[in-house]
Nanobody, 123 residues
């Protein structure tokens, strides 16, 4: 499985962006997918995940502002980001794991990673 993320860019605080991650290969519907982010000088952190069954979970820092969704017909997972803040500035990575790990917020639980897309939020 190869993952290709896109949709990053430069926005002002309060604006929105939608990230997309397209997966190659078959059986996308049986993969749990997640978004992580990494700011300069910081460790990679969990943002949101959607399981292969469709359930979703979020980091506290993005709850109520970000929404993760998937379109299995398009082999794509999305991250809708609203009310963006300067603290959201980071490289965003999509990740995937067949069926899905129990610890959805752990980077080490995912086998497949996209190349990252940069989101910059100015104040």
């Amino acid at each position: 499985v190869q993952l290709q993320a896109c949709g990053g860019g430069l926005v002002q605080a309060g604006e929105s962006l939608r990230l997309s991650c397209v997966a190659s290969g078959r059986s996308f519907s049986s993969y749990s997918m997640a978004w992580f982010r990494q700011a300069p000088g910081k460790e990679r952190e969990f943002v949101a995940a959607v399981t292969w069954r469709g359930g979703s979970t979020y980091a506290d820092s993005v709850k109520g502002r970000f929404t993760i969704s998937r379109d299995n017909a398009k082999n794509t997972v999305y991250l809708q980001m609203n009310s963006l803040k300067p603290d959201d500035t980071a490289v965003y990575y999509c990740a995937g794991q067949h069926i899905g790990p129990g610890n959805y917020d752990a980077p080490g639980a995912y086998t497949y990673w996209g190349q990252g897309t940069l989101v910059t939020v100015s104040s």
